[in-house]
């Protein structure tokens, strides 16, 4: 390794930053192919620019065979034929960094595509250069060589004919898993970073970065501690995960003005701060999805959410030193739509949960993201079985057909609630038949109800969910007492409200949230030191009281109170 250079000292912009999520292939199609691509995503640069949000984290836009949508990657330093050209690219960041808007990509690098020429190469034979750069072992007997179930169904190991062995796959027998043991291979994931910081990109999401480091020998899991992923107690948080993540910060991550956040199931709040404090040099932030597992029993079958339950999740998070960044998020492109599935699915009065929903969430400290769509109100997606598309939907249809017909009622009702795909559809632009994403035929079904939900029609109503996330962002921006102040819990016991105080000097805001769609009383805390209290935002059209009181909180209201203390 070279001398360490600085070329850009870290400002650590992300502390105030909220990022807007694209799914490249369903955003804008704009050569009529049916696929979202690079320039479809230029021709919206001023309308992610009017939402407010200072950067973009783009899902994979690399070469792919696209057996898991771009997370399988044949080639890091192109991009995806479907999805366009460098010079698009380089037109595309340009504009978004003439926006003053930064872009994250994202970094996968748990496994690669079966077609990369690594994996190609490393198939050859037991002696060829590559062969070391994934993880070949022997079958025990006609066996793979331990239990370990892939996070796509089925084996983690797929038999390879012209060696004999098998290779480790934790996805789909597409992506082989990189041996991060291997020095070379963390060589080459550095140089891949480099490569696109020096290309101007602002940061990373490092998908399932915790699983890198695998536990030596590669022991079988154990039914009870792993459920309901046989072996993930023996890859997640691996043995060497820190020295890895450090190494990679070093070589890369340090030497530019960036931010990261690693997919990160497996940290918990109690242990975060050893991966991403800002002491620690590793990342700078994690998702984790504990609150959006928290309706669900083993990460699996939808049950009722909770809002004790929830509220507890989100503030252990909230715990975390100053030094640790939060993320705050509901939607991403491996999640349901978060309406009206965190409002214990009550479907009426939908504009004030949505607006609600955000305020709940981005009042607390942490870098926010929003999904593509979520800024409208987008919703899943009805679906007959053989519409499902997605790896994962279909994965489990069909092994379940062969190996235990009865349980596809099970299946079929918790995809309708939990499968990929309803995050995945269309951007809804506007009420014509192709809802404004493409003029061909789409890559996957568009949601019916674009004709009700669409940019363009809440682009001329300024009571809009998408008018209310502009007021909203805006307002967050730059607010010291937001991205720093303390955060202090109350009524958390409570089932119908979510409260809390953020506090800073004699500065505060006091955010009340009501989950239930009918009035739910409230008591002003005794604690509050109040000299005077005014509403700095609601998601009613008209404060319902102008002054912090014991009253009853609205169906849905969400108000936020700056208060003076004393
Ligand atoms: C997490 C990504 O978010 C998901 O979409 C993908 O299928 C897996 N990692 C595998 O890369």
């Known amino acids: 390794m070279g001398e360490k250079i600085i070329v850009n000292p870290k400002t650590r912009w992300y502390k105030d930053a909220v990022v807007y999520q694209i799914y490249p292939r369903s955003f804008c199609d704009s050569n009529g192919d049916g696929i979202g691509d690079l320039r479809g995503i230029i021709s919206k640069l001023d309308y992610i620019k009017s939402l407010g949000v ?40 340009k504009g978004m960094h003439d926006r003053g808007i930064k872009l994250i990509m994202d970094l996968v690098v748990n496994h690669t595509s079966d077609e990369h020429k690594w994996f190609l190469e490393s198939k050859k034979s037991k002696d060829n250069p590559y062969r070391d750069y994934y993880i070949w072992r022997e079958g025990k007997g006609k066996k793979p060589p331990n239990n370990w179930m892939s996070n796509f169904v089925g084996p983690a190991w797929e038999y390879d004919e012209t060696t004999g062995e098998y290779y ?15 020095p070379k291979v963390r060589q080459e994931v550095a140089d891949i970073c480099n490569f696109w910081f020096e290309k101007g990109v602002d940061g990373f999401r490092c998908d399932v970065i915790t699983y890198i480091s695998k ?22 948080m ?8 450090h190494e990679l910060n070093e070589r890369a991550f340090s030497r530019y003005d960036t931010m990261t956040v690693g997919e990160a199931a497996g940290i918990t709040f109690k242990d975060a701060y050893k991966s991403i404090d800002e002491s620690v040099g590793e990342l700078d932030s994690v998702f984790t999805f504990e609150h959006v597992n928290a309706d669900m029993y083993i990460q699996v079958f939808p049950h009722k959410l909770s809002l004790p339950k929830w509220k507890k999740i989100l503030s252990n998070w909230q715990s975390l030193p100053l030094t640790s960044q939060p993320t ?12 009206p599935r965190f409002v214990m699915y009550e479907k009426n009065n939908k504009e004030l949960a949505c607006k609600m929903l955000l ?36 994965r489990i249809f069909d092994t379940l057909k062969k190996t235990a017909p009865f349980l596809m009622p099970i299946a079929r009702s918790a995809m309708a609630k939990r499968a990929r795909d309803h995050a995945r559809t269309p951007m809804q632009w506007d009420s014509s038949e192709l809802c404004g994403f493409t003029t061909g035929k789409p890559w996957m079904k568009i949601n019916p109800n674009h004709v009700d939900v669409n940019v363009e029609k809440q682009e001329n109503d300024v009571d809009s969910i998408l008018n209310f996330y502009r007021k909203f962002l805006h307002f967050r921006k ?19 409200l979510f409260v809390y105080n953020r506090v800073l000097g004699n500065k505060a805001y006091f955010t009340i949230c009501n989950f239930k769609n009918k009035p739910i009383s409230f008591k002003v805390p005794k604690d509050l030191n109040i000299k005077s209290s005014k509403v700095a935002i609601t998601n009613y059209k008209e404060p319902v009281s102008d002054v912090l009181m014991s009253r009853k909180i609205a169906p849905f209201e969400a108000v936020v109170y700056e208060l003076e203390l004393k």
């Open 54 to 93: 200072n950067a973009v984290w783009l899902s994979p836009i690399y070469k792919s065979p696209n057996d898991d949508n771009g997370y399988d990657i044949s080639d890091y330093r192109d991009i995806m034929d479907e999805f366009g050209t460098m010079a698009d690219f380089d037109e595309m960041i």
């Open 168 to 182: 480790l796959h934790l996805f789909s027998k597409k992506q082989p898993d990189l041996n991060w043991e291997n």
């Open 215 to 236: 536990v030596p020998g590669l022991p079988d899991g154990n039914f009870l501690k792993d459920a309901p992923l046989m072996g993930q107690h023996n890859y997640v």
């Open 238 to 245: 691996g043995p060497r995960y820190h020295e890895y993540m």
């Open 328 to 339: 705050l998020f509901l939607e991403n492109h491996d999640q349901p739509r978060s309406w």
């Open 359 to 394: 305020v709940a969430m981005q009042m607390m400290r942490g870098t926010g993201y929003i999904y593509q769509g979520q800024e409208i109100g987008m919703t899943n997606i009805e679906l007959k079985q053989e519409e499902y598309i997605d790896i994962m939907a279909t």
């Open 478 to 496: 730059g607010k010291d007492v937001i991205i720093s102040g303390s955060y202090v819990p109350y009524y958390e016991k409570n089932r119908s």
